[in-house]
C-alpha cells in the first residue's frame, strides 16, 4: 500500500496560481504511477493529470490542459501539480492516487479513477474573487 498526503490548497482569486504536492510513503512510491484527481460538490470524480514512474509519460485531463503541469521529484517522494490561470470552475477538493490496477495505459484508462488503487484524503482549492 502506498499512503499519500497532499497538501497546498486554499482559496485563490480567478486568474491566479497554486502549487498542490502530493507526498508518498510505502511501498516503493517512487516506481509507481501517480495522478491527480478533482471532485467538486454534486459531481463526479474528474482526471486531471497523472505521470507515469521515473517520468517516463504525462496525462492531462481536457479540462485543464495547457493549465496545470505535473512533476515528480522521486528523492523526496513528491509529485506536483501546478496550476495556473484558475477559473472557478476548478473549486474541488483535488485528491492524489497511485498504484494502477491495469498495465494498460492507454488515456482513456489512465483517467479511469476505478483503476487507481490508493488514494489520498484530498485538498480543497477555491477559486473566488
Known amino acids: 500500500q502506498v499512503q499519500l498526503t497532499e497538501s497546498g490548497g486554499g482559496l485563490v482569486q480567478p486568474g491566479g496560481s497554486l502549487k498542490l504536492s502530493c507526498v508518498g510513503s510505502?511501498?516503493?512510491?517512487?516506481?509507481?504511477?501517480v495522478a491527480w484527481f478533482r471532485q467538486a460538490p454534486g459531481k463526479e470524480r474528474e482526471f486531471v493529470a497523472a505521470?507515469?514512474?521515473?517520468?517516463?509519460?504525462?496525462y492531462y485531463g481536457d479540462a485543464v490542459n495547457c493549465r496545470v503541469t505535473i512533476s515528480r521529484d522521486d528523492v523526496r517522494s513528491t509529485v506536483y501539480l501546478q496550476m495556473d490561470a484558475l477559473k472557478p470552475e476548478d473549486t474541488a477538493v483535488y485528491f492524489c492516487?497511485?498504484?494502477?490496477?491495469?498495465?494498460?495505459?492507454?488515456?482513456?484508462?489512465?483517467?479511469?479513477?476505478?483503476?487507481?488503487?490508493?488514494w489520498g484524503q484530498g485538498t480543497q482549492v477555491t477559486v473566488s474573487s
Open positions: 505521470i507515469m514512474s521515473g517520468g517516463a509519460a504525462w
Open positions: 510505502g511501498r516503493a512510491f517512487t516506481t509507481e504511477p
Open positions: 492516487a497511485a498504484r494502477m490496477s491495469t498495465t494498460g495505459r492507454r488515456n482513456h484508462i489512465v483517467a479511469n479513477s476505478n483503476k487507481w488503487i490508493d
